[in-house]
């Protein structure tokens, strides 16, 4: 199976900083990336495909990068909304795997 | 819009059996693979099952292989997930959710789960 090693596990940060998120796949996943937000008590949200494809309605200040091994997600400029946490997956092959999460708190 | 609501979950005792349910509206259910992906309480986001759109694959990992049975109906727009010989470690919300395309890729639109506790 492909591990997902996400970084940090845990983040601080205040609204309007810049906020990078590192995940790396265990081995190459080519482009076959999608990141997820999750609010507490809620259901997943879809952010980003193919590593660096803005699904429809998600904010620009949200970007993706990488290939390979080694990919980020990127918030511009944190807003209050963004406090969650964030996980990747990978879809190169099955099984599908996640990433471990990183939470976005409030410093 | 794209719904997916889940249905089915409960307490149960370990080595019994659970069935859920997740029906769907807004899309083509028959145009879309379907996820099963579960969140035992405070830890991250595991797969579960896929099945294509056709129901012609499945895939499992292997913690379920042998004990859960997805399946759909095209015609009701529903999903299924069979779970046998449940186990305390099965204890999770169960989110249903849709696949990004026709198989097995990035699940994009989420139910909003249900929880099944398994204990004694």
Same mark, same amino acid.
């Given at each position: 199976?492909?591990?997902?090693?996400?970084?940090?596990?845990?983040?601080?940060?205040?609204?309007?900083?810049?906020?990078?998120?590192?995940?790396?796949?265990?081995?190459?996943?080519?482009? @076959?990336?999608? @990141?997820?937000?999750?609010?507490?008590?809620?259901?997943?949200?879809?952010?980003?495909?193919?590593?660096?494809?803005?699904?429809?309605?998600?904010?620009?200040?949200?970007?993706?990068?990488?290939?390979?091994?080694?990919?980020?997600?990127?918030?511009?400029?944190?807003?209050?909304?963004?406090?969650?946490?964030?996980?990747?997956?990978?879809?190169?092959?099955?099984?599908?795997?996640?990433?471990?999460?990183?939470?976005?708190?409030?410093? | 819009?794209?719904?997916?609501?889940?249905?089915?979950?409960?307490?149960?005792?370990?080595?019994?059996?659970?069935?859920?349910?997740?029906?769907?509206?807004?899309?083509?259910?028959?145009?879309?693979?379907?996820?099963?992906?579960?969140?035992?309480?405070?830890?991250?986001? /595991?797969?579960?099952?896929? $099945?294509?759109?056709?129901?012609?694959?499945?895939?499992?990992?292997?913690?379920?292989?042998?004990?859960?049975? $997805?399946?759909?109906?095209?015609?009701?727009?529903?999903?299924?997930?069979?779970?046998?010989?449940?186990?305390? /470690?099965?204890?999770?919300?169960?989110?249903?959710?849709?696949?990004?395309?026709?198989?097995?890729?990035?699940?994009?639109?989420?139910?909003?789960?249900?929880?099944?506790?398994?204990?004694?």
């Amino acid at each position: 199976d492909i591990q997902m090693t996400q970084s940090p596990s845990t983040l601080s940060a205040s609204v309007g900083d810049r906020v990078t998120i590192t995940c790396r796949a265990s081995q190459s996943i080519s482009n @076959w990336l999608a @990141w997820y937000q999750q609010r507490p008590g809620k259901a997943p949200k879809f952010l980003i495909y193919k590593a660096s494809t803005l699904e429809t309605g998600v904010p620009l200040r949200f970007s993706g990068s990488g290939s390979g091994t080694e990919f980020t997600l990127t918030i511009s400029s944190l807003q209050p909304d963004d406090f969650a946490t964030y996980y990747c997956q990978q879809y190169d092959r099955l099984p599908l795997t996640f990433g471990g999460g990183t939470k976005v708190e409030i410093k | 819009q794209v719904q997916l609501v889940e249905s089915g979950g409960g307490v149960v005792q370990p080595g019994r059996s659970l069935r859920l349910s997740c029906a769907a509206s807004g899309f083509t259910f028959s145009d879309y693979g379907m996820h099963w992906v579960r969140q035992a309480p405070g830890k991250g986001l /595991e797969w579960v099952v896929v $099945i294509y759109y056709d129901g012609s694959k499945k895939h499992y990992i292997d913690s379920v292989k042998g004990r859960f049975i $997805i399946s759909r109906d095209n015609s009701k727009n529903t999903m299924y997930l069979q779970m046998h010989s449940l186990r305390v /470690e099965d204890t999770a919300v169960y989110y249903c959710a849709r696949d990004y395309g026709a198989g097995a890729t990035s699940p994009d639109y989420w139910g909003q789960g249900t929880l099944v506790t398994v204990s004694p």
